[in-house]
């Protein structure tokens, strides 16, 4: 058995996985920008709702799994070498979401989907580095 190219599959899996399960470094960015202003302990749930990222949840539901497909499809168009497949995903996710931004009732809505969305295609690249450099650099 080989066990180089065990070692490169292996990484480019992890890699793939790692890429794809970054909800938890996304969703920690957007409540980091959505952190309320030093308020007493009793308004600090109200001055979250009223910040934006509650309400966005509740009018873009299934964030999360469009997220982690978006984040597979941007590993696996990087490290096979298809950057022009970066460009299908944006755009079908923003053709996707363009009826449920426009009519938002929270004017924070569009600009927690735009971060949202590069915090995610930077976890993905930054991910498929690591898998691009475990085929071509071992």
Do not use: H
């Amino acid at each position: 058995m080989d066990w180089m190219l065990f070692g490169r599959a292996a990484t480019v899996v992890v890699a793939g996985v790692l890429a794809t399960f970054g909800n938890p470094v996304v969703r920690g960015l957007l409540r980091r920008m959505d952190r309320p202003p030093r308020v007493d302990d009793a308004d600090v749930a109200v001055a979250r709702a009223n910040l934006g990222l509650a309400a966005a949840q509740r009018e873009l539901p299934g964030g999360r799994w469009i997220g982690m497909l978006e984040r597979l499809a941007v590993y696996a168009c990087i490290v096979t070498g298809f950057p022009a497949g970066i460009a299908m995903v944006l755009a079908v996710k923003g053709l996707g979401r363009y009826a449920d931004l426009a009519t938002s009732d929270t004017p924070r809505t569009g600009e927690l989907f735009i971060v949202g969305t590069f915090a995610s295609l930077l976890w993905a690249a930054l991910w498929s580095g690591v898998g691009w450099l475990a085929v071509w650099w071992f």
